[in-house]
């Protein structure tokens, strides 16, 4: 049975360690404070009486709960009032030899059976304790930040930590409401080891200038509903620490996808550190702000003047051809769309009128909107029909010799001046572009699904795209209420170069049985607050087609630690696609 720890000392009372000693203390446990000085001491008690002061005016805290909460809470200077305690965290800047220092003097005040923690989001909590002569006591406890606010918790286990000692702090993160993970002693831990590789590859993205930093940002928010996208993330970390981090991160793993991007080493040696120094790889109001505020590298307008666009032809006939005809639908364009039968074409119609009568029964969409737009909408069966198309798109099954051979039928049907493209998610446009005698009129125009909820859209430009077809897929995503990105022709686009990688990373990680599938999907959840756990988002998405991404993303890239986990290819290999068949990293049949 797990101890009850009613006393915590917190060496450090930053922005973290005040955090800490706020929510030991609304947790009902005594917490002891300590700085360097009485200045430093003074700043972090302003902290907790700031943060809890906003706290009673949002309603969130009484001002009884606030009072009483002080009265477990002691601040001071003096390392030895931490003796007596149950558990002393540490909590100061992340530097191997300060932290060993402090464990050194810790070991020597604190009683045998003291825990001790470290808050590092970084450094090995391995070498932090051999400082002591209690190794088997010493875990890390990795607080995400603003703690009074962030659920999650990583209990860090070295190889020599007692059993008896990671049950007890467990029931203290779940005492403080928080949600506790145990994870193995690597760098980066659960979050941060997934999170910053993606962060460091969304930084030599921008570097190479295959995308602008707000095209980068929006299409993984849109695209796939995180909160953030990543280099706002990068800005709002500092740039300094994520730098630190990965360097960590790098000298454990030696992996190439670790070593911090270049730019991220330059901005830190130019003071460019994100939010807290007012630029970053944006421009903030001031120091600390978080308003951006426009420069010299914010988005240019679109080049090119747009060719008039009034019909719409899409080829295909499933789920995701079935929402682009009613996007473009919805939005006043003709639509025809054309099928392999009679039968699928009766499918489409069908499967287009449902979801326009739903949207009508939830009071989205007026009843004569509905009937305008189905007005618009017209099948066949024959690609002659296209002939007076403006744009023209396939949506047809991701095999680069069926969509060769359909543009090559463009090539000879489409009017000149019509608009190609392709909805590709992996394959290369100029593949599809040069099977025409016209590659300049040829564009990606990837959708996301389902396509009438998904708002993003990721616009190809091969090396033969002309400006002028770019700037109408922009003209006709603002009609279509779409946010566009821009991105070069090279695979996995914007959103799944940075998406796949670090869901292969996540398999590994659970392949390494260095957690669980459950405990990364909540470290993920509860630590960067995204919608979804990688496992939970790789069984929607199915496996089969998220190990068909990484096939691409590595033949193209050739990047060794982009080659797809075992676990993945045996689990497709077993007929275990995901939620599409009742198995995936989870079991749904038996729910």
């Not at 970390?237 to 981090?245: E, K, L, P, Q, R």
């Not at 590994?508 to 957690?515: E, G, P, V």
């Not at 607050?529 to 993303?553: H, T």
């Amino acid at each position: 049975m797990a101890r009850d720890i009613t006393t915590v000392g917190v060496v450090g009372l930053g922005t973290m360690g005040a955090g800490i000693v706020e929510i030991l203390a609304r947790g009902g446990v005594r917490a002891i404070g300590v700085e360097v000085d009485d200045a430093a001491a003074a700043r972090g008690l302003a902290r907790i009486q700031h943060s809890t002061a906003r706290a009673v005016e949002r309603g969130k805290l009484t001002e009884d709960e606030q009072t009483a909460l002080y009265e477990l809470i002691s601040i001071g200077t003096d390392l030895a009032a931490v003796a007596d305690a149950d558990l002393v965290l540490e909590a100061i800047p992340e530097q191997l030899e300060l932290k060993q220092d402090i464990f050194a003097q810790l070991d020597k005040i604190c009683g045998p059976e003291t825990i001790l923690a470290t808050n590092t989001s970084s450094l090995s909590v391995t070498e932090l304790s051999v400082a002591t002569g209690r190794s088997s006591r010493v875990v890390g406890l990795h607080f995400f930040n603003p703690a009074p606010v962030m659920k999650l918790v990583e209990v860090v286990r070295t190889v020599v930590t007692e059993p008896e000692v990671l049950e007890d702090v467990v029931a203290l993160a779940e005492k403080l409401g928080k949600s506790p993970v145990v994870a193995g002693d690597r760098a980066g831990f659960i979050a941060n080891g997934l999170l910053f590789a993606y962060l460091n590859h969304a930084a030599a993205m921008f570097e190479e200038k295959y995308a602008t930093r707000e095209d980068i940002d929006a299409a993984m928010r849109f695209g796939c509903g995180l909160p953030m996208g990543p280099l706002a993330v990068l800005d709002l970390v500092g740039i300094d620490t994520a730098y630190n981090i990965l360097q960590q991160m790098y000298r454990q793993s030696r992996d190439r996808l670790h070593a911090p991007a270049p730019i991220l080493k330059q901005m830190a040696t130019a003071g460019l550190l994100g939010r807290k120094s007012g630029r970053g790889f944006y421009r903030y109001e001031e120091p600390g702000s978080s308003v951006v505020v426009a420069d010299a590298a914010s988005s240019a307008a679109v080049a090119g003047t747009p060719r008039q666009i009034d019909s719409v032809g899409v080829v295909g006939s499933g789920t995701m051809a079935t929402g682009i005809v009613e996007v473009f639908a919805k939005s006043g364009y003709t639509v025809t769309f054309v099928a392999r039968s009679e039968e699928k074409v009766a499918g489409v119609t069908n499967a287009l009128t449902r979801s326009l009568d739903k949207q009508v029964q939830r009071g989205r969409l007026s009843e004569a909107d509905r009937d305008a737009a189905l007005a618009r909408v017209t099948g066949t069966t024959k690609l002659d029909d296209l002939g007076s198309a403006d744009l023209v798109l396939e949506a047809v099954v991701e095999e680069l010799s069926v969509k060769q051979a359909l543009f090559e039928n463009f090539d000879e049907i489409c009017k000149p001046g019509a608009v190609l493209a392709t909805t590709t998610s992996s394959l290369p446009v100029i593949e599809c572009a040069m099977a025409t005698s016209r590659p300049e009129d040829v564009v990606g125009m990837h959708f996301f699904n389902p396509a009438p909820v998904m708002k993003l859209v990721e616009v190809v430009r091969t090396v033969t795209t002309s400006d002028d077809v770019v700037a109408t897929i922009h003209e006709v995503c603002k009609r279509t209420r779409k946010h566009a990105v821009d991105c070069g022709d090279r695979a996995g686009f914007i959103v799944n170069a940075l998406l796949f990688p670090y869901l292969n990373d996540a398999v590994k990680m659970l392949q390494a049985n260095y957690a669980s599938a459950d405990e990364i999907d909540t470290a993920i959840k509860t630590g960067a607050g995204y919608p979804m756990g990688p496992f939970e988002l790789l069984d929607v998405v199915g496996l089969d087609v998220s190990l068909a991404i990484e096939q691409v993303l590595f033949a193209e890239f050739r990047e060794p630690g982009w080659a797809p986990a075992t676990l993945l290819e045996h689990l497709v290999t077993a007929g275990y696609l995901g939620r599409k068949t009742g198995r995936g990293f989870r079991d749904y049949a038996k729910k």
